[in-house]
């Protein structure tokens, strides 16, 4: 028999079990640092990449606006032919919270507001959300054909006329552009003449006998009456709908909280909204230039640059992130002084406001369809 076999004691035991447990406690606790940090990244990336891509399509409706908007009535439409917004469209925030009284989408009609109802380009606004003396989240209006998502209101072209005839180029290569002038087309679009009115250049939109402004491509002829030679039109696509209720297509861009709310957004922000109107349907907005000019033909000859300023957090909330600053300031520094207004996250997010990455998005456009 072999002796002096010997094997682990109760206190040697112990030490390693100790060690051991020591070990794993630490690479846990650094396991689950990285797992936070990769999703924090992770969730970094992913709001980067939502705020660019919205930002991106938000850029090019700005950049649109006016695009087809007529400057004046060849005669006024049929009341029945041009209603824009009314309190049915479930597609427009009619009943948002964020309304100041009396206030709603039909505020910024034109159909109804005379001259006779010439659609604005753009039009802005405060809201009641995250208001504070009399500024709050803007809530902004562009009229363009383009920002409805079809490829009817991107289609366009020009119609010259002569003594014996007419002139109406295609696209050629790029027959997508082209309208259908199919017996079956049902694209609906509307005629704009270049015209002098007291020596003045305007663009009006064609209004026929019935106070009808539509029609299908294949007869959209019987618009440009009358015209003789050296009259040059327009022909704009508006929609494949056979009910169009006005001249143009509208986007609205708000700021409201869904309830629920997204669970990474910090308290009292919002997401960002586009609702379309359509002619038969994020973050946190803040546009505090001056509002544009109160008539279509300022907005056109005076518009020369939008500004808009958008401050979101990146990611969610971070319980081991400190923002530095209690105050962001929401615009830029002209003439000497902040045009637009120091956003106070502590008084307007709340508790926690600070474990939270806030980032302010400026958009600069020149719009592309307006008097430069």
Request: net charge neutral; charged share 20%; hydrophobic share 35%.
């Amino acid at each position: 028999m072999l002796r002096n076999n010997r094997g682990y004691t109760i206190t040697e035991l112990i030490v390693v079990m100790g060690i051991f447990i020591t070990v794993m406690v630490v690479t846990s606790s650094g396991f689950k640092t990285v797992l936070t940090q990769m999703g924090q990244q992770s969730k970094l990336m992913e709001t980067d990449i939502g705020n660019v891509v919205g930002l991106e399509v938000f850029r090019s409706d700005l950049q649109s606006a006016g695009y087809g908007l007529p400057w004046a009535f060849q005669s006024d439409p049929a009341a029945a032919n041009y209603t824009e917004v009314t309190d049915s469209d479930d597609t427009m925030p009619v009943t948002a919270s964020f309304w100041e009284t009396g206030k709603s989408p039909r505020t910024y009609n034109d159909a109804a507001a005379g001259n006779p109802g010439v659609p604005r380009a753009v039009i802005s606004d405060d809201t009641a959300f995250n208001k504070s003396g009399t500024v709050g989240s803007k809530y902004l209006v562009i009229k363009s054909l383009t920002v409805l998502p079809s490829e009817t209101s991107k289609k366009w072209l020009t119609v010259s006329y002569s003594e014996s005839d007419r002139s109406r180029p295609s696209w050629g290569e790029n027959e997508a552009r082209d309208f259908d002038s199919s017996q079956t087309a049902t694209e609906r679009v509307m005629v704009v003449r270049n015209v002098f009115v007291d020596g003045i250049p305007t663009r009006q939109l064609q209004v026929n006998s019935s106070g009808g402004y539509v029609a299908t491509f294949r007869n959209f002829t019987t618009l440009a009456q009358p015209h003789s030679s050296g009259d040059v039109f327009q022909v704009y696509g508006v929609d494949e709908s056979s009910s169009i209720r006005m001249p143009f297509n509208r986007a609205d861009y708000y700021v409201r909280r869904p309830d629920p709310p997204p669970p990474s957004c910090a308290p009292n922000t919002g997401v960002l909204y586009k609702a379309v109107l359509n002619q038969g349907s994020t973050s946190e907005v803040n546009m505090h230039q001056p509002a544009p000019p109160a008539t279509a033909k300022d907005i056109r000859e005076q518009l020369k640059e939008i500004r808009v300023y958008i401050l979101a957090h990146t990611g969610r909330k971070d319980t081991g992130y400190r923002y530095p600053s209690s105050e962001v300031a929401v615009g830029e520094v002209f003439g000497g002084g902040l045009v637009g207004r120091n956003f106070d996250l502590s008084d307007l997010i709340g508790p926690g406001w600070d474990n939270y990455r806030w980032k302010l998005y400026s958009i600069v456009v020149r719009p592309q369809n307006l008097i430069q």
